[in-house]
C-alpha cells in the first residue's frame, strides 16, 4: 500500500505537482496518464526516492518512503536507459544487478541469487539471451531484460516510466501482456505513459496527472472519453 | 639481446617498465568504458605539480606526487559535486593551474629544462629500486581493487545512476576508482612520461575490447598486450638508441592497428 498525501513539487518556482492525494493499493495495475509536462516521470521519482520531497508525505505501508526504501529494494525501468555502445554486457549479468541490494562489501553473489536471475529470465520467456551481450539486443527485448531485473529484485512494486518508448507496436501488446502476467503473479504495477488507449486494456486504474490529480478511476469506456478530452484539452 | 640486463640502471628500468605496464593495463579496460582517458591525461599533468614540489623540497617524488594527486582528485569531486559543475570542466581548469603551479615551482630551481623535459617524455635514468617496490606494491592494490569490487566496479561503469537505484555504492566506487587511477598515474608517470601516460591507460583497453567482449578476458588481455609492447618498446630503445616511451606508444599503436585490422575479420566470420 502506498499513500500519498499532499505532495507538491516546484522546480524554479515552477509548480510541477500540486497537493496530489492518492492510495495504490497492493495488486493495482496503475497506468498514470497525462500531457507532456504533467509532472509523471517526476511523480514517479518522488515515489521511487530518486527525488527528494519537498511538500508532502509518501508512506509504504505506513512506513515513511525513505525509511521503506533503506530496507527495500523497488523495481525500477527506466525512460531510457542509455549505456555506453557495445559496452560488453552479459543479459544475465544486467539482470544480476537486481540482486545487489543488501549486499555488503566484498559479500559476492550466492547460487541463490543466480537461481532467482534464471527464474525471471524463464518467466519471461527469455532464457535463451542468457549469454547475449546486450548490444545484440532490439529495443523490445532490452526492456524484457529490464523487467526480468525487476522480477529479479523480488519488490511487489515494479514502476515503469513510458515503457512503450523503443518498442514496436507488436512488440509492446507483447509487453503490456507479460506486465499483466506479472500483475497476475501479484506484482503491484505503477506505469507512465502517453498510450491509454493500449495501456487502458491492460490496466486496472487509471490516474490522470496535469500538475494535479484530475481523476483516479477504472478504466471503462466513460472515463477513457473523459480523459481523452483531458489530455487534448492539456494540448 | 638482453646483454643490457648486466648494467644496474638498465636492469631497473627494464623491470620498472614492465612492472608499470601491468598496473596501468589492469585499470586500462575501466578507463576505456567509462570513457575518462581525459581524466588520466589531466592526472598525469597534475601530477607534474607534484613532481615539482617534490624536487623543490627535495622530497620523494612518488610520495609528493601521489599524496598531491589525491588531493586534486578530491577536489574535483567536491567542487563538482557541491557546485554541480561539469567534472571534466573542473578536471580540466585543475590540470591546467596544475602545470602552471608546477612550471612556476620548477622556476625557482636552476636545472628547470632538464627535468621538464624528463618529466614530460618520461626518463629512465630517473628510475631506482624503491620505485620497483612502488610498483610491485600499486599491482597488488590494483588487483585488490578489481577482485574485491569486479561486480560494483562493472555496474559503476555501465550506469552509475542505475547502479545507485540498485544499492550499488557507485560514488563510493568512482571515488576509489579514481583515486587508483591518480595513484598509478603519479608513480608511472616517471617511466612513461605525462605526455605518454595517457597512451598506456587508454590503449590496452581498446585492443583488447576490440578483440574479446568479456570484461575479464579484456583485462588479461590487456595486461599481457601491454607487457609485450613494454618490452618490445624497450628493446627496440635499447637498440636504435631512442627514447624509450615513445617508442612503447607507437608499439602499442602498432598494436592497435592490427587488434582494428582483427576486428573487421572476426566481424565478418560471426556475419
Redesign the interface.
Known sequence: MIEVRNLSYQIKEKTILENINVDIREGDFVAIIGPNGAGKSTFLKLMLGLLPIQTGSIHYYQQDHTDYLKENQLAYLPQKEAFTPNFPLKVIDLVLMGRMFGKKLFRRLTKKDMDIAIESLKLLKIEQFKDKLINNLSGGEFQRVLLARALATESKYIFLDEPEAGIDTVGLAGFYELLSHMNELGKTIIAVSHDLDKLSEYCKIVICLNKTLHCHAKPDANIKQIIHEFIEEGK | MFSFLAINFLMYSFIAGILSAVSTALLSVFVT?K?ISYMSEALSHISFAGIALALLLGLSINIVSSIFVMIVVGVILYISLHYNLEESNVTMLLMSVSMAIGIILLSFKKSYVADVSSYMFGNILLINKADLYWLSVLIIINLLFIM??Y??I??TV??TS??E?????AKLITVILLTVLGLNIAISVKITGIVMITAQLILPGMIS?NL????SK?IVFSVFVSVLSSILGFLLSFHYNLPSGAVIVVVLFSFFLVSLFLKKLLIKEIQ
Open positions: 568504458l570513457k574485491g569490487f561486480r560494483e562493472i555496474y555501465y550506469h542505475i547502479a537505484f540498485y544499492h550499488v555504492p575490447l574479446t567482449r568479456v570484461i579484456a
